[in-house]
């Protein structure tokens, strides 16, 4: 395709009769006819690889008015990484009929996740992007970021366009969002699941990362798509500004929960193996009996289930999957049963509010003693340390305080910092030594959650060079703890 179409079609102003092959972010990835968009981040500036993509090929180079571009078109914007989005949009084609987005600071992975089953359980060929990786029809997932980088992001939905698949939803994070990395495609849905401290380390304060979020609804989504917003009985304020700016945007507003207009939630009660759910749609007041554990999963279900019928999924066939959903990877996953009996949960949780609402969601479960095991991510927001702490010891019986991934930072001073707001826990900094210690101590009428990692199946020791990625599951270490723990009896 000519570079002259693309910037004519993006609203860009270029007069260039070259060819365009492709895209990229990394001077490393840049061949002829590429491309090539220098940005600044954080730690290093694209800008500084120009000459490198030009003499690999570049035909063209994104980048701010001021920068130095010779041997190639400059294409000036003072917000490149949106102008770049743009002309990648039109270069990255065809995607899906029907995409959705989702964002909010806890929830995003499985409302995204359980959006696809729907999907899927009603007879789409459906996929979803985002913390797991892109999981296709077939439930083969592929690692990846939150939000990938908008080439990697623009591909992969073209790619799964190509493969006939026809719904897709993705999680759109706030980095991703303030970074441009989910422009150009529509958008006919999106959720909001809810709001409370995160990523302090990456925006300047609570006012910026929500306004990073309401990106979203404000510029990203298509004109006239449907805003789903968790309204639950408990939340704060945020949720109801997010109800303005889609208002505001004249989009078409679902609020969900007990404080829901379209999907009202009436009565919530544990069962054995999830949890019976009466809703008011349309109308219509039906129970459901939703085979997963805890309030957040109720937000995250009806979320998506909110996302499927935006989508024109019949309602009969949306609350047929909801009763037939499956847990997501590393969402309150049953790891094992301990020789003891005791069950063994594995959650994501690593914020406060997150590990706050794991907590509530197995306390019903329990009539022995909630043991939690938890740690803290080093380089990260150190202001939500203490109140993680302090979420783990005013809802659980034991606390264990171990690491997470440290990073660049001594995990002690991390934990330090987590035990001033849990003075009474115990602290074990090996994480499988930790692990291994609550399920050895568990009864039969106890739960040990272990927060924090969720799916990953690494540690991750030291930054920049340093950095080493350590094999390391918290699923499966729970499992090979339990083994231990009967060849011990034994």
């Known amino acids: 395709m000519k570079l002259a179409q693309l910037c004519?079609?993006?609203?860009?102003?270029?007069?260039?009769?070259?060819?365009?092959?492709?895209?990229a972010i990394d001077n490393r990835k840049v061949a002829p006819g590429t491309v090539f968009g220098?940005?600044?981040g954080a730690r290093v500036n694209g800008e500084d690889f120009i000459p490198a993509a030009i003499e690999s090929g570049a035909v063209a180079v994104v980048a701010h008015p001021e920068a130095k571009v010779e041997g190639a078109l400059h294409i000036a914007d003072a917000t490149p990484r949106r102008a770049f989005a743009a002309l990648a949009a039109q270069y990255f084609t065809p995607v899906p009929e029907h995409i959705v987005a989702v964002t909010?600071?806890?929830?995003?992975?499985?409302?995204?996740?359980?959006?696809?089953?729907?999907?899927?359980?009603?007879?789409?060929?459906?996929?979803?992007?985002?913390?797991?990786?892109?999981?296709?029809?077939d439930e083969s997932v592929s690692t990846g970021l939150t939000t990938p980088d908008i080439v990697t992001f623009l591909s992969n939905l073209s790619g799964l366009a190509r493969e006939g698949v026809t719904h897709v939803a993705y999680e759109a994070s706030s980095h991703g969002l303030s970074q441009f990395r989910n422009e150009g495609v529509p958008v006919e849905a999106a959720g909001f699941t809810n709001f409370s401290r995160d990523?302090?380390?990456?925006?300047?304060?609570?006012?910026?990362?929500?306004?990073?979020?309401?990106?979203?609804?404000?510029?990203v989504v298509s004109d006239g798509a449907t805003a789903v917003i968790w309204m639950g009985a408990g939340d704060s304020g945020w949720n109801a500004r997010v109800v303005d700016h889609a208002t505001r945007r004249g989009l078409d507003v679902m609020t969900v929960g007990e404080q829901g207009e379209a999907i009202r939630l009436t009565r919530r009660e544990p069962t054995q193996l999830g949890q019976s759910l009466t809703i008011e749609h349309e109308g219509t007041s039906r129970t459901i009996n939703l085979p997963l554990i805890g309030a957040y999963q109720v937000a995250n279900a009806?979320?998506?289930?909110?996302?499927?019928?935006?989508?024109?999924i019949d309602a009969g066939q949306v609350w047929d999957g909801v009763a037939r959903l499956q847990p997501v990877r590393g969402r309150l996953e049953r790891a094992v049963i301990a020789p003891s009996g005791a069950p063994v949960y594995v959650d994501y949780a690593h914020t406060a509010d997150a590990l706050e609402a794991a907590i509530a969601a197995l306390r019903p479960h329990v009539s022995g003693r909630l043991i939690t095991v938890f740690g803290a991510g080093g380089d990260r927001d150190h202001g939500k340390r203490a109140p993680m702490g302090e979420a783990a010891a005013k809802a659980s019986d034991l606390v264990i305080v171990t690491d997470d991934n440290p990073r660049g930072e001594d995990p002690a001073d991390i934990r330090r910092q987590v035990l001033e707001g849990a003075p009474q826990a115990r602290e074990i900094g090996d994480r499988r030594e930790a692990i291994c210690a609550a399920i050895a101590e568990a009864?039969?009428?106890?739960?040990?959650?272990?927060?924090?990692?969720?799916?990953?199946?690494?540690?991750?020791i030291g930054s920049g060079e340093n950095m080493r990625v350590l094999p390391f599951d918290d699923v499966e270490v729970a499992r090979e703890c339990a083994a231990e723990t009967v060849g011990t009896a034994e």
């Open 302 to 312: 009806l979320t998506a289930a909110g996302l499927a019928l935006a989508t024109g």
């Open 8 to 23: 004519k079609a993006a609203g860009i102003a270029c007069d260039a009769d070259v060819q365009v092959t492709g895209f």
């Open 199 to 219: 990523h302090l380390d990456y925006h300047a304060d609570m006012e910026d990362y929500f306004r990073a979020k309401m990106r979203l609804f404000d510029e």
């Open 104 to 137: 909010g600071t806890n929830g995003k992975t499985s409302t995204a996740e359980m959006t696809r089953q729907i999907w899927r359980m009603a007879g789409e060929r459906a996929a979803s992007i985002g913390t797991l990786g892109v999981t296709t029809p």
């Open 443 to 460: 009864g039969a009428d106890d739960i040990v959650l272990v927060a924090g990692k969720g799916h990953e199946t690494g540690q991750i």
């Open 38 to 40: 220098a940005f600044q």
